[in-house]
């Protein structure tokens, strides 16, 4: 009887299964799907555009992983994904590994510094010099005398900090070591600035993901850490000001992330398919501008036909997707605590994508 | 329930094609019996492989440097904090564990009334389905507050002086993985060890109560001791999982890498080299040789993980059975 009934069991579980891959099958079919992964930076906005866009084209599914800017390079140099998020340029070695990307900003965001300290809501002040101290362990009480100076209104506890970095391979990494290593001459030489680095020796955790070190800071008394904006507006963390090149200490707003990515927009931008490794908006040439600010990227090989399992259909449902990302999808950014992208950016922008191809034709269906 | 002319049939069948059915039989069974040394050969064949790159770069620094430095140009480095805090959350959790565990079993056989020894198998024997995950989320929401609060900051407070109780308690460090680990070790060894108690014959308990011994003693002096090598085994399959154990750990150790990973005090972040693979592997390009440092990782933890089951297979053969002479 037994025997019977596990052999009616395993026919039902095997007739299920069929049945199943049958239904998905039939669905992935008729779908296109967009598989990428990377940065973690943008990904409540790229999240929230991705859903907006299946409204409007519900054939397309796009498939996003915050993975960590690492491993999105790593998964493009692999040729495993369609398009990866970075929060990093290409680095020379990198372009070795992925040549002929470009590079596609698609947001802009401010790097916090947040940080929990019983008795201190809000107000503390903070320098990169001094960041940099106590992320090498050069600082290492909340009433060092160095803090207190240019706090006189806080009274700051006799604690020891607790220093909050991330555990992977990251794009807000690269950006908060490439600020440390413009404002601190030992930070460059001792540190250095890549998305992952050798942490001095300091009372350090580290944690997986923007979620993960905003998760560690908010529960952790007297620890400070590096946090991209949007999850420390969403999470309501208490975020310090930071003393930039003009002597203004500034805290990270929308607007004060607008006018860093505006100046340096001003500037002049490389064009896409060319070389972005000297890109930063750190430090950027505007009185009220936010010190700690970086373009999220999207990179997308230029020659779409190196990817294997690109077609046609899915090259122009990609461009697409692209197009709609630095167009209607930047009018979603603000309700998240992103700064969308400024005219000149997505001019740019626009003619990058106009240079991807698929079998060295251009896809010009929709430009 | 049949008609008693097919039996017969059957039987004439077997034994019409019993040469070639036995062989076949005998052939299938062998291949899928190698498959598991297969794999296993292949894995460490892969690892060994793969790692060599780093290994030749680094020399001995590899598996005695305590540097871990991935920036380009810069990059350098030695696991040797990552093998210490694996040893170190490992015995910890055995430290606490084990004693629980024994604990456990032992009130199950010995004391429990039948209504609750059958329930309370069951939720031991639950526990151990349960997927690592969760514990590391318990761990980081539920256990890292109690433990902060009662046990750590006291500690600091009062034992700051011993080395290994100063730094700031904070919750996510080597003592927590390593409670954490205590946690998911003790169904596997008392569930296991209970199974050992209960095949203690009864007239051994009989025999030793005739003479006198209190329960206490009994227990003592005669089921554990004719139960040792199998609690034993118990013991080394919740260490294997101690030491293999990725996901709850890297969740409450504190992931620091380098010299700060070096278990100078319970109070610290530390690393296992499960979790730094964990923490890093999707990031490590083909061909680099932070890629090789990860499988060389991986090896070094095959290796440690081998040496712990063959050793306490020796162990188990070579000492208990001399000296007892009761193994299960």
Redesign the interface.
């Known amino acids: 009887m037994v025997t019977k009934y596990a052999a009616l069991a395993i026919i039902l579980i095997t007739l299920l299964s069929g049945a199943f891959i049958g239904v998905t099958y039939s669905l992935s079919s008729k779908a296109v799907m967009l598989n990428s992964t990377g940065a973690s930076f943008p990904y409540p906005l790229i999240d929230k555009i991705i859903t907006e866009y299946n409204k409007v084209e519900p054939y397309v599914q796009v498939n996003y992983q915050p993975s960590g800017s690492g491993a999105g390079i790593t998964a493009l140099a692999d040729k495993t994904i369609f398009f990866a998020g970075s929060d990093a340029p290409l680095s020379k070695t990198e372009k070795e590994k992925a040549p002929n990307t470009l590079h596609i900003p698609e947001t802009v965001g401010s790097i916090a510094i947040a940080y929990n300290i019983t008795g201190v809501p809000s107000g503390l002040k903070l320098t990169g010099q001094i960041i940099a101290d106590i992320f090498e362990g050069k600082i290492t009480l909340w009433n060092d005398p160095v803090i207190t100076k240019i706090n006189p209104d806080i009274v700051l506890p006799a604690e020891a900090i607790i220093t909050v970095h991330r555990s992977e391979s990251s794009g807000t990494t690269f950006v908060f070591t490439n600020y440390l290593s413009i404002e601190s001459a030992s930070w460059k030489n001792n540190v250095g600035q890549s998305k992952t680095v050798a942490w001095p020796p300091a009372n350090d955790i580290a944690s997986n993901g923007n979620t993960g070190v905003a998760q560690i800071i908010t529960s952790t008394p007297y620890s400070i850490g590096y946090v991209e904006l949007a999850y420390t507006l969403q999470a309501n963390m208490t975020i310090a000001a930071i003393q930039n090149p003009y002597g203004n200490y500034v805290i990270p707003t929308l607007e004060s992330t607008a006018i860093a990515a505006q100046s340096v927009a001003l500037e002049g931008l490389p064009a896409g398919d060319a070389d972005w490794s000297g890109v930063n908006l750190l430090n950027t040439k505007d009185a009220n501008a936010y010190p700690i600010v970086s373009f999220s990227y999207i990179l997308v090989y230029q020659e779409l036909n190196v990817i294997p399992g690109m077609t046609q259909e899915r090259a122009v449902a990609l461009i697409e997707f692209l197009w709609y990302v630095i167009h209607d999808g930047q009018q979603l950014a603000n309700s998240l605590h992103y700064t969308q992208l400024p005219d000149n950016v997505v001019e740019i922008n626009a003619e990058t994508i106009k240079l991807i191809t698929f079998n060295g034709q251009t896809i010009t269906t929709i430009l | 329930m049949k008609s008693p002319t097919k039996p017969q049939k059957q039987t004439q069948k077997l034994v019409k094609h019993k040469i070639t059915g036995d062989n076949l039989f005998k052939i299938f069974a062998t291949i899928i019996a190698a498959s598991a040394l297969i794999i296993l050969i292949i894995t460490g064949y892969t690892l060994l492989k793969g790692s060599i790159p780093a290994i030749q770069n680094f020399g001995l620094n590899f598996f005695f440097g305590q540097?871990?430095?991935?920036?380009?140009g810069?990059e350098i480095y030695g696991i040797l904090p990552y093998i210490l805090g694996t040893l170190v959350t490992s015995g910890i959790a055995l430290l606490i564990g084990v004693p629980l565990s024994l604990g456990i079993a032992i009130f199950l056989v010995e004391m429990a009334p039948r209504s609750l020894r059958v329930p309370v198998s069951y939720i031991v024997e639950l526990l151990a389905a349960v997927p690592s995950v969760i514990y590391g989320l318990w761990g980081?929401f539920v256990l890292?507050g109690w433990m902060v609060t009662y046990v750590e900051t006291p500690l600091s407070k009062y034992l700051g002086w011993i080395p290994i109780f100063s730094?700031?308690p904070?919750?996510?460090d080597i003592f927590a993985a390593g409670v954490i680990l205590a946690i998911m070790i003790i169904p596997t060894i008392a569930s296991l060890s209970k199974e050992v108690l209960t095949a203690v014959p009864n007239s051994i308990r009989e025999g030793a109560y005739s003479i006198g011994a209190t329960k206490w003693e009994v227990i003592k002096r005669w089921v554990l001791s004719y139960g040792k090598s199998g609690i034993f085994a118990a013991v080394i399959l919740g260490l294997g999982r101690a030491v293999g154990e990725t996901m709850a750990v890297?969740m409450l150790i504190?992931?620091?890498?380098?010299?700060?990973a070096m278990p100078h005090s319970l109070f610290?972040?530390g690393q296992t080299m499960a979790s730094l693979i964990a923490?890093?592997f999707?990031?490590?390009?083909?061909g680099s040789l932070k890629l090789s440092t990860y499988l060389g990782v991986g090896l070094t933890l095959l290796i440690m993980s081998l040496i712990i089951n063959v050793g306490a297979h020796l162990i188990m053969t070579r000492v208990f059975k001399v000296k007892g002479g009761a193994i299960e």
């Open positions: 540097q871990w430095n991935p920036v380009e810069r980081i890292r730094g700031t904070q919750g996510l890297t504190g992931n620091a890498t380098g010299p700060s610290q972040s923490n890093g999707m990031e490590a390009t083909t």
